[in-house]
């Protein structure tokens, strides 16, 4: 049913996403090797996942045999009860938009997205709505007390959809939250350099959980959405 992740919808600045991802956006949307970022005005920070499909039609009947209530228009939006919260879409689409053009070096830039973080209260809720109902491939579900986490990764074409669940605050009913990103950039050293001489706060490199791989997080001109930077790792 699902192809891909076709785009996510911010709220703010696209300026401050251009500076960030290193690309200029074209007809307002702005797009990385894999997902497209799209702009809006008011609610969440990160406020809608949109989905590719092949077929509308087929998608809609599906989703309704599995209970999940959904509204047609230029868009297939889900039901956020059946979501549990997350603002989620399908949209038809054969094949992705091209990368938008680097306004950069295109190793200092953004290539890519690598997880996009959904926090849930209920892990099995979680599950059950994204692999049983819109049909994502479960690749991980790891707990791990040092960081006080359960970990969900849901494979979607070529990047992760991670839920995350804290632990310590046990099992509730409470709404999802769609939350941060990771972006991948091809050298991180660039990538690091770059924004830190555009005037944005970002930490030091570090090593990340994958084998061979730096991480450094983004402090500012992410509109208030949690962002990770990761390089040294290839596609899936």
């Known amino acids: 049913m699902i192809s891909y992740l076709d785009?996510?919808?911010?709220?703010?600045?696209?300026?401050?996403?251009?500076?960030l991802v290193g690309r200029r956006a074209v007809d307002g949307r702005l797009q990385t090797g894999n997902v497209g970022l799209t702009f809006g005005s008011g609610g969440a920070a990160l406020s809608a996942m949109v989905f590719a499909t092949r077929a509308l039609d087929k998608a809609a009947n599906l989703l309704e045999r599995r209970a999940v209530p959904t509204t047609r228009g230029a868009m297939l939006e889900l039901s956020t009860t059946a979501t549990h919260g997350?603002?989620?879409?399908?949209?038809e689409r054969n094949a992705r938009p091209a990368a938008s053009p680097a306004i950069v070096d295109e190793a200092a830039a953004v290539s890519a997205l690598d997880h996009v973080v959904v926090r849930t209260p209920n892990p099995e809720r979680a599950i059950a709505f994204y692999a049983g109902r819109l049909g994502l491939d479960l690749r991980l579900?790891?707990?791990?007390?040092?960081?006080?986490?359960?970990?969900?990764?849901?494979?979607?074409?070529d990047l992760v959809v991670e839920i995350a669940h804290d632990i310590e605050r046990g099992i509730s009913d409470a709404p999802d939250e769609l939350w941060g990103l990771?972006?991948?950039?091809?050298?991180?050293?660039?990538?690091?350099?770059?924004?830190?001489?555009?005037?944005?706060?970002?930490?030091?490199?570090?090593?990340?959980?994958?084998?061979?791989?730096?991480?450094?997080?983004?402090?500012?001109?992410?509109?208030g959405v949690p962002t990770l930077v990761i390089g040294g790792i290839g596609r899936w």
């Open 86 to 91: 997350v603002a989620i879409a399908l949209v």
């Open 141 to 157: 579900d790891r707990s791990n007390p040092r960081w006080g986490s359960r970990l969900l990764f849901f494979r979607c074409d």
């Open 7 to 19: 785009h996510l919808t911010l709220a703010g600045s696209r300026q401050a996403y251009e500076t």
């Open 182 to 223: 990771s972006w991948r950039v091809p050298d991180t050293a660039k990538a690091h350099a770059r924004l830190k001489a555009a005037g944005i706060d970002v930490t030091d490199a570090r090593d990340g959980r994958r084998p061979g791989s730096q991480v450094f997080t983004v402090r500012s001109h992410t509109e």
